[in-house]
């Protein structure tokens, strides 16, 4: 005997053909995605974005950092609606899925409920948060913090890209801040279905991750002053080669990373070398140090670990270091209730399923803060991600946005 519902499943090709129409705008240059945060590409995939969730029934909201709301109007106008969401950013050398599957996934959803009349008490909103990556304009997350009341939308507009560009003045360029007050909306839940970015699905071959908690992020960005001086007359006891102190610091983040397996991680991806010349002996070095653990204690200890270390390298080798704090958020437990829809939906249709804790960050870890949200993951091929190779399956994408479809429809009470 079919359980209720058990049958009801989005039209799986359909969301594959549009993962495949997004990712073609903002390409690559080895099959993956280059759609930064606020650039002319970003909005072109948010104008295809507003085409479809038109054509899907949608009205749009669009508030002052950007953010986007499709709404799927519900027979309650007084009740708080279910958000749906992520982002369609993309890492410079970005895969078609990071964030992309959770906007077109939650599309999908609403596509779905108009092709079977599906009526809901709660309205239901596909939300697209601007610059989740943070690449662009650190930190990551940016507008939903904003939203969340993490930071002041001040603050975000004047973050400066490498080139000098304000994100708010490069938001009003691309024709994308709108009007709503971020953070006036209230939510009665919120669902960002993900792709894992890790290998542990894949591994334990689960088609989805009910994800319970997600780890906390800690970015440093660390400056160090030595001198500039010639590569080849310049004697070895005189230089001040900050490009050495940097490789030194980066070898103890390894270490202070491993001295918490196995759960904690850190690395270095942001790195600016001046003058980057090859025949110069660098003079000053602008490098972020990302650790990230499930347990803040952890986090606050590779935090203060990283800067006694990195003081008394920089001190040894006579230079200048300097630190700020430009990107971070505690580990996340999500809400039980919504967690229990992810997990009830995954029983009810077959799918193979673990709780999981998230590896990356997702706007889903703010706006936590404000209302009850849980997330759902499907798996990646070798857990790749931020990395042009990225890739799932159309299974993998199905099964997560069935799962999405059924939590989704739980908290938002079928009226028809
Ligand atoms: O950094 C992160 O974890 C996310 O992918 N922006
Ligand atoms: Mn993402
Ligand atoms: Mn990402």
């Not at 691309?174 to 009007?179: A, L, P, V, Y």
């Not at 790195?271 to 980057?276: A, I, L």
């Not at 990195?310 to 430009?326: L, Y």
Request: include cysteine; hydrophobic fraction near 40%; proline fraction near 4%.
């Amino acid at each position: 005997m079919a359980a209720i519902g058990e049958n009801l499943k989005i039209n799986s090709e359909r969301l594959w053909d549009s993962l495949m129409d997004m990712a073609r705008v903002g390409p690559g240059v080895a099959g993956g995605n280059n759609r930064q945060t606020v650039t002319d590409a970003d909005s072109e995939g948010r104008h295809l974005f507003h085409t479809w969730a038109e054509a899907a029934g949608c009205s749009m909201g669009l508030d002052q950092m950007g953010n986007m709301f499709a709404m799927r109007a519900g027979t309650d106008p007084d009740a708080l609606p279910v958000y749906v969401g992520s982002h369609l950013d993309t890492q410079p050398t970005g895969g078609k899925y990071d964030g992309v599957l959770g906007v077109l996934g939650g599309l999908e959803l609403l596509r779905t409920m108009s092709d079977l009349d599906i009526k809901t008490k709660h309205p239901i909103v596909v939300t697209n948060w601007t610059n989740e990556e943070g690449t662009r304009y650190a930190p990551a997350m940016l507008s939903s913090g904003v939203f969340a009341g993490l930071h002041s939308q001040e603050w975000a507009y004047e973050r400066t890209d490498a080139d000098g560009k304000s994100f708010g003045d490069e938001l009003a360029r691309i024709g994308w801040r709108g009007d709503e007050t971020v953070g006036a909306r209230k939510m009665h839940a919120f669902f960002e279905l993900h792709i894992e970015q890790g290998p542990i699905l894949e591994a334990e071959d689960k088609q989805i991750g009910v994800v319970t908690h997600g780890q906390g992020l800690s970015w440093t960005e660390i400056t160090i002053l030595g001198k500039d001086a010639h590569t080849g007359s310049t004697p070895m006891p005189m230089r001040k080669n900050a490009g050495l102190a940097m490789a030194r610091i980066l070898d103890r983040v390894e270490d202070i990373a491993m001295s918490h397996a196995p759960h904690a991680v850190g690395a270095a991806g942001h790195v600016n070398v001046y003058p980057n010349s090859r025949n110069v002996i660098p003079g000053k070095v602008v490098f972020t140090v990302d650790f990230r653990s499930p347990e803040l204690a952890v986090i606050q200890d590779m935090e203060s670990r990283l800067r006694v270390e990195a003081q008394e390298i920089c001190d040894t080798m006579g230079m200048e270091v300097s630190f700020e704090k430009v990107g971070g958020f505690d580990p996340v437990t999500f809400d039980e209730t919504c967690v229990q829809a992810v997990r009830s939906a995954a029983v009810r249709l077959g799918y193979s399923h673990m709780d999981l804790i998230s590896g990356a960050g997702h706007d889903a870890c703010w706006i936590n803060r404000v209302a009850p949200t849980a997330m759902i993951m499907c798996p990646c091929v070798d857990g790749l991600s931020h990395n042009e190779a990225e890739e799932i399956s159309p299974e993998w994408a199905a099964a997560g946005t069935d799962v999405l479809l059924h939590a989704v429809l739980e908290t938002a009470i079928i009226t028809a």
